[in-house]
């Protein structure tokens, strides 16, 4: 079995035994591998010997041109133990449907955008996972009167009393980059007209400008391997620290 499975199931006698990152690589959970972020995150980690993504998923998915990575398919209620034996160094969560996708059914999406996110933060620190670092979205707030953000707040509050020993929240805005198979036409227009819309987001809107979704994974990949203790929230800016000492950490791989 290579380190790139495409669909390894987790009863598949093989198990997580199988591929292995090589010596010194850095082993990173991720949940979420189909959307735009988890994407981008198998790419960058494929490209260099930095850190390997583990995916675990509900069923078998496309990977990236060239993509590197081990890939375990289970049910949900399954993740926990895949984890266990994995065994991480942090876990990346870019889990996330739209309103669309969920039929306009509040129940729908709340079940992919709280529930299955809560419950993979549990497992995970069931598991012995230290670090979490978890892709939410500028304007979370538990008060917002939109419901797309207030369960994003939601899920934020509740992820944090999980007790990991580093939480690390991710607060794009939104996010340019090419998705695969999801068209969504008002990001379309939006980004569209970013170039002309985002100066104009000053003060506390500026937290909505758009940004790319390379310098989101990147931050969210160096966040990962971070070791202090804590719950920190970040915003466009801050990711963009991130991601730039996440480059320096990783020249010449």
């Not at 036409?185 to 939006?190: I, Q």
Request: charged share 25%; net charge positive.
């Amino acid at each position: 079995m290579s380190e790139m499975q495409s669909g390894a199931n987790w009863d598949d006698p093989a198990g997580p035994a199988g591929a292995r990152p090589g010596k010194g690589l850095v082993r990173i959970g991720l949940v979420g591998a189909t959307g735009l972020i988890g994407r981008t995150l198998i790419e960058i980690t494929s490209a260099g010997d930095h850190a390997r993504m583990v995916g675990i998923a509900r069923r078998e998915i496309t990977m990236p041109p060239g993509a590197r990575m081990e890939l375990f398919v289970a049910e949900p209620t399954k993740w926990g133990e895949v984890l266990e034996a994995v065994r991480p160094r942090a876990l990346i969560c870019a889990l996330g449907t739209t309103w669309k996708k969920a039929g306009r059914d509040e129940e729908a999406f709340r079940s992919v955008d709280q529930t299955l996110i809560v419950e993979t933060a549990k497992a995970a620190m069931a598991a012995g996972v230290p670090n979490m670092v978890l892709i939410s979205a500028a304007g979370a707030s538990v008060h917002s009167k939109n419901l797309y953000f207030q369960v994003k707040g939601e899920t934020e509050a509740l992820v944090s009393k999980v007790g990991f020993k580093r939480l690390d929240i991710l607060r794009p805005g939104l996010l340019r980059g090419e998705r695969q198979d999801d068209f969504r036409l008002l990001e379309r227009a939006a980004l569209a007209l970013s170039p002309v819309i985002d100066p104009l987001l000053t003060g506390k809107w500026e937290m909505f400008r758009s940004v790319e979704a390379q310098l989101v994974a990147e931050a969210a990949l160096g966040l990962a391997m971070r070791r202090a203790a804590g719950r920190f929230t970040h915003n466009n800016e801050a990711m963009r620290r991130a991601a730039r000492e996440w480059r320096r950490a990783t020249e010449g791989d």
